[in-house]
């Protein structure tokens, strides 16, 4: 017996990132609150994983408002450039408010 699944159930891709568009506001604000702020530590933890060598590129698919970039940037000093890709682009004028907030434009690059 096979079992079948509902696709008119399941949101379009292109429904996931206009998800993300329209809560993109509160994003930040949600992730801290559900996770109990624990998305900060894990943040931190994540870039003590990063590699000590010299000249690293970081590339970040679905960055969002580019905070697990901003964290690598601030915690390890070896990175050359960061390019944050997202589809949602409500989500990326966030992230690119924050990087530009934090003067790290010339390091960190925010792309649909």
Known sequence: MT???DN?????KIGVWRMFDKIAKRYDFLNRLLSLRRD????KKLARFIPKR????ILDLATGTA???LT??????NIHASIGLDMATRMLEIGRQK????S??????LLP
């Open 54 to 57: 010299q000249g690293l590129n």
């Open 8 to 12: 008119k159930s399941a949101p379009s």
């Open 3 to 5: 079992v079948q699944k």
């Open 99 to 102: 990087v530009q907030a934090k």
């Open 40 to 43: 900060v530590a894990w943040r």
């Open 67 to 69: 905070d697990v970039l």
């Open 72 to 77: 690598i940037e601030k915690q390890v000093q």
């Open 104 to 109: 790290a434009s010339s390091k960190i690059s």
